[in-house]
């Protein structure tokens, strides 16, 4: 499986429908270029003969029908607020909506995913299909959908309740049109998946002992937008911290934010030079903070830091400059300090995801590309930070797929949606599941 994982050169990329490196977060730009490839005709004729059967077009109807009803269950949602770690009140309403649905077995895990198990006629393969629970927006946000005209406005609405709803919509399609699979599918609702989230529903999907062969994530704009590749991340917070006192009266103690701002000075020196080449990384100083006043040697010096890469061996080197920067910075203020005890710093690692791209011949990559193709949109395959960065970088096929619909705003308090044929996304989900799991006739 590890063929999976290998960075492959855009010159290699012949095969495909489009490809368009991306990093971002449940959505996020393209921001680098997109190659014209085709998709592989086999899987064109599969997903053609696929949509011919009368049991998908009942379900294709049946997610016509369920339109009133998907957008109802979207407003629902999105205003039960999940914040961050606190995803629980919207997960039981989620697990109430899907048993409601019809499924064999429905629970919670211990991490607070909601998890729906569907099952096949022989069940030797489990494929996934999940949206996020949790939002970016923290308690007290004012998560009332507003309606202006065609237009839906509250924070979450797209990023990810939509995607929700959209699962929902597939399960309730499937049972109306009695759509049978050979596999199993676990219809789930994840938390933590945005943020410091750190990716935690998934991982706990993984480390259950649940069998996982396939995963599909709803996360994402355009149905044509589809993630082959996940960007690794390492987040941490770190402190310098230091006995403190007056500026003046105990003045010569070593100073937490001296020594702060030379680990900075020395990682930004390093790591602009590094990410100047090579496979794109990034780095930020995101938030900084300490301090108690303007006459008061601090007694702590914090700051988060991000670091980004597709590839695992240069998001670890960055990591490497940073640590050293760290200890550079904590010595030389030491050194320098003329009275009182050494400066000491915690460095807490609160986000790490792992990269890893998968090859685009695999089945699954070229099924999303050629099921969004048969609807009428663009394929392109992207590198993202999504709940698909877990699977792939343990061998498992994976996709995150596009919600549908139009929207903008995402992870801003004025996001908003439009349902812009947006049933095109939930038929678009459903074809590429079935075709994971295995119609039976």
Do not use: C
């Amino acid at each position: 499986m590890k063929s999976l994982l290998k960075v492959l050169p855009l010159t290699t990329l012949f095969f495909l429908g489009s490809y368009a490196l991306q990093a971002q977060e449940g959505g996020g730009d393209v921001i680098q270029q997109t190659v014209k490839v085709a998709v592989e005709k086999r899987y064109q004729n599969e997903i053609k003969a696929l949509s011919e059967k009368a049991v998908i077009k009942s379900a294709f109807k049946a997610i016509m029908d369920l339109e009133p009803e998907t957008e109802k269950n979207l407003v629902t949602l999105t205003e039960i607020p999940a914040p961050p770690y606190k995803e629980q009140k919207r997960a039981e309403k989620y697990l109430e909506m899907m048993k409601a649905s019809g499924v064999d077995s429905i629970w919670m895990d211990k991490a607070g995913n909601v998890i729906a198990l569907r099952k096949g006629k022989s069940g030797k393969k489990t494929v996934v299909i999940e949206g996020h629970l949790d939002t970016v927006f923290p308690e007290g946000t004012d998560v009332t959908v507003k309606h202006r005209g065609d237009t839906l406005a509250a924070p979450g609405i797209g990023d990810d309740t939509r995607g929700l709803a959209l699962v929902l919509a597939v399960l309730r399609s499937m049972n109306k049109a009695n759509v049978k699979t050979d596999a199993n599918i676990l219809f789930a609702g994840v938390v933590g998946e945005e943020g410091l989230g750190d990716l935690r529903g998934t991982k706990e999907l993984f480390s259950s002992g649940l069998k996982i062969d396939s995963y599909i994530a709803v996360d994402g704009g355009g149905i044509g937008g589809i993630t082959y590749g996940g960007v690794g991340s390492h987040r941490y917070r770190i402190t310098f911290k230091g006995p403190g006192g007056h500026s003046y009266g105990a003045f010569g103690l070593a100073n937490p934010h001296n020594a702060a701002a030379r680990a900075i000075h020395y990682f930004v020196t390093n790591a602009d030079a590094f990410t100047k080449s090579g496979i794109k990384t990034t780095y930020n100083i995101g938030v900084v903070g300490g301090g108690t006043s303007v006459n008061a040697i601090p007694y702590e010096s914090w700051m988060e830091v991000d670091m980004r890469s597709e590839s695992a061996e240069r998001l670890a080197a960055i990591d490497k400059l940073l640590q050293a920067a760290l200890q550079r910075g904590l010595k030389e203020e030491n050194e320098i300090k003329r009275r009182g005890a050494d400066l000491t710093v915690d460095i807490k690692l609160v986000g790490d995801r792992p990269s890893g791209v998968q090859n685009p011949t695999i089945p699954l990559l070229q099924r999303a590309m050629a099921s969004a193709n048969f609807l009428g949109a663009e394929s392109k395959l992207g590198i993202s930070s999504t709940n698909s960065n877990i699977p792939i970088s343990k061998g498992v096929p994976a996709a995150t797929i596009g919600r549908g619909g139009v929207g903008g705003g995402g992870h801003a308090l004025t996001e908003w949606w439009v349902n812009d044929k947006g049933y095109l996304a939930i038929q678009n989900a459903l074809l590429i599941l079935v075709l994971e799991a295995g119609l039976v006739d």
